[in-house]
């Protein structure tokens, strides 16, 4: 697996915003404003006016946990923290080192228990979200 650089990343997202806005004028009587007006639908994020650089963060933190099985697959339960979002690996989580913002959390039901889990039970709990 390849591996994209910030720089990379920033490059084709920005092909793909200039790609967007030149199909788009072709449907506009006139000329698109120039300034971008960037919007992230995620996150909590939803009505905020960002700057590039606050879209090519990330999360500081991102937990990951298994949460069950739902639909015959593992669910993989996916949550960015609250912290402000960085743009450098070095002010993630990191830990263990290498692995930056993301965040191995064991599921409550798992944690509790001193015997082995059964698949129904995965399903129980997968089903709850």
């Known amino acids: 697996m390849q591996m994209v650089t910030k720089e990379a990343f920033a490059e084709l997202f920005q092909q793909c915003i200039t790609l967007a806005l ?21 996150f909590g994020q939803r009505g905020k006016a960002l700057s590039m650089e606050e879209v090519l963060s990330f999360p500081r933190v991102v937990d990951i946990a298994v949460r069950g099985i739902r639909e015959e697959r593992t669910f993989i339960w996916i949550r ?12 993630t989580w990191n830990t263990p080192v290498g692995m930056g913002p993301f965040k191995k959390v064991v599921s409550g039901f798992l944690w509790q228990r001193s015997e082995l889990v059964s698949t129904q039970e995965l399903k129980e709990e997968g089903e709850k979200w």
């Open 80 to 91: 960015p923290s609250g912290h402000a979002y960085v743009n450098d690996f070095t002010h």
């Open 22 to 42: 030149e199909e788009t004028q072709k449907q506009v009587a006139y000329p698109l404003p120039k300034e971008l007006y960037l919007g992230l639908e995620a």
